[in-house]
């Protein structure tokens, strides 16, 4: 028997939540694919699961899961996969249910697969694969023998089903034995927002080239260099950040740019910030340092834009501008702006 | 306080991987400390200077990791202990973590045991997470943060990433806390440090050494790792006399293939 958990942040569901059970349904014949869903006062995410696709739910919606705290979850989830009795446990690859996924595969002594691009049934097992060495590599990895098999999917690797309120099934309620939580979360702060990394469908991105407008004259009482340069590089970026804004993307940086404070690292894409694969990535004043197309090469379509047309990056690119972005960006951001009426 | 940081030894991020014999290869490209263990090794040494005690850094790998140890060393760390046995060696999560936890209980009475982020060759971001389980501790996962550590009260407060946001969290000690980038920025080795490195000793505990006998078998195998192909892209260059123009001919052609 196959379960899907279904991950939110206080009943908010990201869209990996839904591919997860979109890759569920890949796997299960009549109608045996069943959610999983915890937290308080989270019926109606149940519900939303239905609609998703999913035959049934089985919900634990108790006080004590109000904040994701992973040993609360995990103490729940162990107990619910034992008594379902299911041989696949399925994911989305969220920081939450990644780590989630860790821990009930120690409670369980069973082997956890994070960060599934493909899966594939063969002899009653699921192969997957997953990228390794931030997507230079990839390697199939299987569990043979222990069950359940724990499976976390990548984002944008599977579609997720449409929603059709229609749908019908059956929501089981658990009540779960929980030990009494020994961390306390106190609080939320916000993260600068805007669209996230992972989940965006288009992403502009810049490097070390955003700072380099001489042009730009940096005010009087910036007399140290580097803050001029930092100066500039944030100018730089509000370019990119305005194309970003016009096409609805994500905002993304190289590690050359990270490591000179440009930009917070939260926005860093490669092989030590984070590994995307949007339809469409614009990289601007980006070179291609190998650690940085580690991180973005299973975009669907590269576009390039830099000064120098024998960077790396034109390699993977599809369309390419040769020119300096301080120019291109603005000249692309009003084109847009005209071309998509807004 | 008792200060435990766990690092691996993986290729330089400036490798070029290839398959070769069906096993991954980084050609003759270095080894070196796991970028993101740079960032624990850190925390675990800002954490001594603020509130006294020793730092012990462990690995699991074969005896080249010892290199890696070094460095850890170099950078401050008091002593290192390397964890390699040959029934380890295709060990996945979930054998790692029962190896490093049960080499964490032979060690007196630790604290803190930090983590980096993931190792940059396996990239599966559970193994901190696996070891507190194991020892029955808090994980602190993916902190960018610390807010407070109290030794006397036991008690720790980070924050921690999640993709909607920060959350903070007090949490008992010991715990275990696996660091990302933001937390802080690591140290250079010093002349002093790296030659007091490259004289100490390294301790190698096998697997009986750790009581992990027989040693478990791996739940998982990796049947093949596949290089990726990625079809010759020939970039069609945008022409245009003017940045507008070339903005123009960008636009017109991402919407001809609905792109955009």
Redesign the interface.
């Known amino acids: 028997m196959l379960l899907v958990y279904i991950d939110h942040?206080g009943g908010k569901p990201?869209v990996a939540a839904w591919e997860a059970l979109g890759a569920g349904s890949l796997f299960v014949t009549g109608s045996d694919l069943k959610a999983v869903v915890m937290g308080s006062g989270v019926e109606a995410l149940a519900g939303e699961a239905i609609a998703h696709g999913a035959h049934s739910v089985l919900l634990a919606d108790d006080d004590r899961l109000k904040?994701?705290?992973?040993?609360v979850y995990?103490d729940g989830l162990s107990q619910i996969i034992r008594q379902s009795g299911a041989d696949i446990v399925l994911f989305p690859t969220?920081?939450?249910a990644?780590?989630l996924?860790?821990?009930v595969?120690?409670?369980l002594?069973?082997?956890?697969?994070?960060?599934a691009i493909q899966l594939v049934r063969q002899n009653g097992a699921i192969?997957a694969?997953?990228?390794?060495?931030?997507?230079?590599?990839?390697?199939?990895?299987?569990?043979?023998?222990?069950r359940p098999q724990l499976l976390t999917v990548r984002g944008r690797s599977f579609p997720a089903p449409d929603s059709d309120p229609t749908r019908s099934g059956e929501i089981a309620r658990i009540e779960l034995g929980l030990a009494q939580p020994?961390?306390?979360?106190?609080?939320?702060?916000?993260?600068g927002g805007g669209v996230?990394l992972?989940d965006a469908a288009?992403i502009v991105s810049g490097g070390r080239g955003v700072a380099n407008n001489p042009a730009l004259h940096p005010p009087p009482e910036l007399t140290n260099e580097k803050e001029q340069e930092i100066w500039r590089a944030r100018e730089g970026f509000k370019l990119v950040g305005e194309l970003a804004g016009v096409?609805g993307a994500a905002v993304g940086a190289s590690r050359a740019a990270v490591d000179a404070g440009y930009i917070?690292?939260?926005h860093?894409v490669g092989?030590?910030g984070k590994?995307v694969s949007p339809?469409?990535y614009i990289a601007c004043g980006i070179s291609g340092?190998?650690?940085h197309l580690?991180g973005m090469?299973?975009a669907k379509?590269?576009?390039?834009i830099n000064k120098d047309?024998d960077a790396p990056i034109?390699?993977?690119?599809?369309?390419?501008?040769?020119?300096?972005l301080h120019?291109?960006l603005p000249?692309?951001t009003?084109?847009?702006r005209q071309?998509?009426g807004k | 306080m008792k200060i435990v940081v766990c690092v691996k030894q993986t290729p330089d991020t400036a490798a070029t991987l290839t398959v070769v014999g069906g096993v991954a290869s980084w050609g003759d490209a270095p080894l070196v400390l796991n970028p993101w263990d740079e960032y624990a090794v850190e925390q675990a040494l800002r954490t001594k200077e603020a509130h006294g005690g020793s730092v012990t850094a462990m690995s699991l790998g074969p005896q080249a990791a010892k290199e890696s140890l070094k460095q850890a060393l170099a950078m401050g760390c008091d002593e290192a202990i390397l964890i390699s046995d040959p029934a380890l060696e295709r060990a996945d999560s979930l054998l790692a973590s029962a190896a490093l936890a049960a080499a964490i209980k032979r060690i007196d009475a630790p604290d803190i045991v930090f983590f980096g982020k993931a190792a940059v060759d396996t990239d599966t971001e559970v193994t901190g997470p696996q070891v507190a389980r194991r020892l029955g501790w808090p994980s602190l996962n993916l902190v960018a943060a610390i807010s407070e550590l109290d030794p006397a009260a036991k008690t720790i407060t980070v924050e921690r990433l999640l993709e909607e946001g920060r959350q903070l969290v007090r949490s008992p000690l010991p715990a275990v806390v696996s660091v990302v980038k933001e937390i802080n920025e690591p140290r250079y080795p010093s002349f002093m440090g790296i030659r007091k490195a490259s004289k100490a000793e390294i301790p190698i505990w096998s697997a009986s050494d750790i009581g992990l006998q027989p040693v478990p078998e791996p739940a998982l195998t990796w049947p093949e790792v596949i290089a990726p192909v990625r079809a010759e892209q020939s970039c069609e260059f945008v022409s245009g006399e003017t940045p507008q123009q070339q903005a123009a001919a960008l636009v017109e052609r991402l919407i001809e293939e609905k792109l955009i």
């Open positions: 942040f990201p904040e994701f705290r992973p040993e995990a969220t920081s939450r990644r780590e996924a860790a821990l595969a120690v409670d002594d069973t082997g956890i697969t994070p960060d192969v694969t997953r990228p390794i060495y931030a997507g230079k590599l990839l390697t199939t990895e299987v569990n043979l023998a222990r020994r961390t306390e979360v106190l609080g939320y702060k916000q993260s996230s992972s288009i096409l917070p690292y939260a860093q092989q030590t590994v339809d469409l340092a190998i650690q580690a090469r299973t379509t590269i576009v390039a047309a034109f390699k993977l690119a599809r369309f390419g501008v040769v020119g300096d120019q291109i000249a692309l009003s084109a847009l071309r998509l």
